[in-house]
């Protein structure tokens, strides 16, 4: 069964960038991946979400 869940993509300098809504469960897909600018620290931050988690870094 598939559950959504909301995910906060949080910059590794501490600043909210986004917030979404992904799917966790069987047959959900997979991982999410994409970068965002960060307007506080200036630096491109990658992100990927996985099984209703999200992992940052900088570009």
Request: charged letters at 15%; hydrophobic letters at 30%.
């Amino acid at each position: 069964m598939i559950q959504y869940v909301t995910v906060h993509i949080v910059c590794p300098c501490g600043k909210l960038l986004k917030t979404q809504r992904t799917s966790v469960g069987q047959g959900s897909g997979g991982t999410t991946r994409g970068s965002l600018f960060c307007p506080a620290c200036k630096k491109m931050v990658q992100y990927a979400i996985a099984d209703g988690e999200c992992f940052t870094n900088y570009k």
